[in-house]
Structure formats: C-alpha cells, structure tokens
C-alpha cells in the first residue's frame, strides 16, 4: 500500500463520523483492569462494546461482532485458548481484528501467547514501544519495559515495528509521545496526545478497543490505526485542558469524546 492511496483518503473526522453512524459492535477479549474503561470508552465515541472471553460463546460472538480486539494483560491459559479460537474465527469470517500484547516483554508467559497471537493474522498489532520491541523479536535488554509500561521513545522501535509489520502482515501502532504507525513499508507519526493519558491505567487497552472500532468502520488498517490515535490524542489534550489530575482526567476524557466534533477533528489532527 503506498502512502498517497491512505493519505488520499478522508481524515479522522469521517472516521468519527462513520462509528458515530453505524455504532458498530466490538467484541474485546480484554484485561480485568481495562473492561471499565475500555467499554465506558467504546460508548462515549459512539460503538457498541461487548466483553466476551467465554471459550463456550466466542466464536460465535465474533460471527455478530464488526470487529474483534484481544488483549493478553491478564491472561490465563483457558484465556489464551478462547483468543486462539476466537481470532482463527475473526480470520475465516473476514472480520478485523487489533491485538495489544500488553507486557509481553515481561514475562515468558506473555511473550509466548503474544507470539501466537501476532501469527494469526492480525489487523493491527497496537503496543507501547517496549512491547513492540519484544514481539519483534529483540532481547529482554533491548526492549526494555517496566512490567505493562515502556522504557523507549516509539521511534527507536521503527525498524522493530517494520520487521514485526512485515513479518505479520500487520500494521503495527507503537504509541508513545509521538505515535507511529507502519504496514512494514509507509510510516505515519500522530503528534497528538498528553502526558496525562500515560498516568490512567488501561488508556492504551481503551485505545486498542477504540481503534477495533475504527477498523470496523474503515477498510484501511493504516488509516483505522491513525484515526483512532487521532481521535484518543485530541480528547486527551481536551481533557488536559479541563482536569486537576489523573482522576478528574479519566472522567473528562469520556467526556471530551463523546464532545468531539468530528469536522474540528481533522484540523486538530497533528500528523507530522
Ligand atoms: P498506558 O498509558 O495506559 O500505560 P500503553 O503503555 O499501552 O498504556 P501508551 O503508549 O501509554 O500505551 O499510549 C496510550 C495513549 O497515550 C496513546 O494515545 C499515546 O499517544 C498517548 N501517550 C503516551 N505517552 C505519551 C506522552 N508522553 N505524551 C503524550 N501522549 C502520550
Ligand atoms: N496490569 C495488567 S494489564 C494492566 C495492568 C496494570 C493494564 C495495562 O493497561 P495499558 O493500557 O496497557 O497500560
Ligand atoms: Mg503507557
Ligand atoms: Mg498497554
């Protein structure tokens, strides 16, 4: 895919507009710690989010969902065999599906079910840089992390992500001051966002779950990725802008989404 046929395409503001229309259903195979936040976030855009882990229902959970995420925070085994299924059945129904390894390069735990994960097609693989340092292959040193945070700036992991990209047939998003997002050959950064959003726990989960969102709406997974990076930027320095603190942030955030216009959306948009 080349850069112009993406960038060619209509901004993040249509995006939002789009989920905003269609309301599409998202099934989030996600973390104990990020259900609250990444189902209140789902709605405060516009979609409709389902938690679903279940390995008895979610096959047939995806067949009625627009869009699959799985999330590997707080994995177990019986976790990792319904996310197997459920992402082997996202592939066979044509549905779009986002992966977040979320510390995989913490563990061999995580490691190895992030690994099994990212060689079943994904959409879209989203982590921090520590962790697409991981899943790219890179040793426990080099990639870095803190347990579920990063250590390293996105950029200093672009030839990870593009080895991972190219590797996965992903495009990988590495967030982090300023974002990346590449299919293993274009590169796009999102300037937008704010320190506060690395100070609530789970906001890169909710990302995750609204960039599902995104690529149900939008058959491009570069753009999916970076209109959902947009649109979580411009309500974080919306919020920002409103709030005392991480707790009075978390609440204006939801709020500063469902307030988002989507024409002002694109003028926002910092993409450098
Ligand atoms: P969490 O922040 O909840 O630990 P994560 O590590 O998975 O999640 P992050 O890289 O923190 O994910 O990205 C979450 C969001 O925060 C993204 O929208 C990203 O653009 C934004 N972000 C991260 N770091 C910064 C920063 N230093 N300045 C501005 N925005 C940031
Ligand atoms: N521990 C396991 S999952 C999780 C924590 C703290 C949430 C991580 O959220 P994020 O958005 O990846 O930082
Ligand atoms: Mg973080
Ligand atoms: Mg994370």
């Known amino acids: 895919m080349s850069k112009q046929s993406f960038l ?3 901004g993040p503001g249509a995006t939002l507009a789009a989920i905003r229309d269609t309301g599409p259903l998202v099934q989030n195979i996600t973390n104990f710690v990020a259900m609250d936040l990444a189902a209140n976030l789902l709605l405060s855009v516009g979609a409709s989010p389902a938690m679903a882990h279940a390995g008895e229902e979610v096959e047939e959970f995806v067949t009625l969902a627009s869009a699959l995420t799985i999330n590997t925070g707080t994995f177990t085994s019986d976790w990792l065999e319904a996310a197997v299924a459920a992402a082997a059945q996202a ?3 044509g549905t779009p599906w986002v992966l977040d390894p979320v510390g995989c390069g913490a563990t061999k735990f995580r490691l190895a079910n992030a690994s099994r994960l990212a060689k079943m097609r994904p959409t879209i693989i989203r982590g921090n840089a520590s962790e697409i340092a991981a899943l790219s292959g890179a ?3 080099d990639s870095g992390g803190k347990g579920v945070d990063s250590t390293l700036a996105a950029d200093a ?3 990870q992500a593009r080895r991972l990209a190219l590797n996965s047939g992903a495009v990988v998003a590495v967030t982090g001051e300023v974002d990346l997002v590449t299919d293993g050959d274009a590169v796009l950064r999102v300037a937008n966002g704010h320190m506060l959003l690395t100070r609530v726990t789970a906001a890169g989960c909710a990302l995750t779950a609204l960039t599902g969102a995104a690529a149900a709406v939008c058959k491009d997974p570069m753009r999916a990725a970076r209109d959902a990076l947009v649109i ?3 309500a974080g320095e919306r919020a920002a802008a409103v709030a005392r603190g991480p707790g009075s942030f978390r609440v204006a955030l939801l709020d500063a989404l469902y307030n988002l ?3 002002q959306l694109d003028e ?3 993409l450098p």
């Open 232 to 234: 979580m930027g411009v």
């Open 139 to 141: 040793s426990a040193q």
């Open 8 to 10: 060619a395409d209509q």
């Open 91 to 93: 592939v066979a129904t």
């Open 261 to 263: 216009e989507s024409a």
């Open 157 to 159: 992991v672009l030839e």
């Open 268 to 270: 926002e948009a910092r």
